[in-house]
């Protein structure tokens, strides 16, 4: 549900940070807010819920412009993992253009990470999203615990869902930017099928992901 406005040339994206309780989807956010450069950064704002909350930032507190004069503006949001939260759930994911949906790389977790998955598939569907064809990207977090389920594992189980799988410890922030970008390559893919970045707005995918790296301090 891209949010474009075609006489001031003006889109405004958003990416949700969706998963299971404690999986690590504010860590992320934490991470990747803090390797942002301070020019390139929003403010960090919180909505606190009961025993929850609700992060957001603009990715890019100015617009990326192309040579269109075409203005683009990321926000990023995580969800409440709580079960209970699902009204917030549902309110954080309308009018996502993608998530990245954070797992919980523990093995006492794997039913959880699960439930919260096809969760996310209902809700979507709820809100009006088809998940077929929405951005989304898979992380597995927590990698630099114990017990946890072997990569190998993960994949032969996850990969089969088409949706890129990303191995992480956002604690240490390995993996953060990663998935971002991983998710910010497919939402490319998708604003150009629909609004031809490349041939009517000369904004080169390489580009858009460069910039967005340069942000991040990549």
Known sequence: MIEYNEQQQRMVLKLVYYGPALSGKTTNLLQLHEQLIREGRGDLMVLDTTNDRTIYFDLLPFFLTATSGLKIKIKVYTVPGQVRHDATRKAVL??????????????????????????????????????????????????????????????????????????????????????????????????????????????????????????AGG
């Open 94 to 215: 309308q009018r996502a253009d993608g998530v990245a949906f954070i797992a919980d790389s523990q093995r006492a977790e794997t039913a959880n990470n699960v439930n919260s998955f096809a969760s996310l598939e209902d809700n979507l569907a709820l809100v009006g999203l088809n998940i077929d064809t929405l951005p989304l990207v898979i992380q597995f977090n927590k990698r630099d615990l114990t017990d946890i389920v072997p990569e190998e594992e993960i994949r032969k189980s996850w990969e089969p869902t088409g949706f890129p799988v990303i191995m992480a410890s956002a604690l240490k922030g390995c993996g953060v930017v990663e998935t971002f970008a991983s998710l910010a390559g497919l939402l490319y893919d998708r604003l150009d099928g629909r609004y031809r970045l490349l041939d009517e707005h000369g904004l080169a995918k390489d580009d858009f992901l460069r910039c967005l790296a340069t942000v």
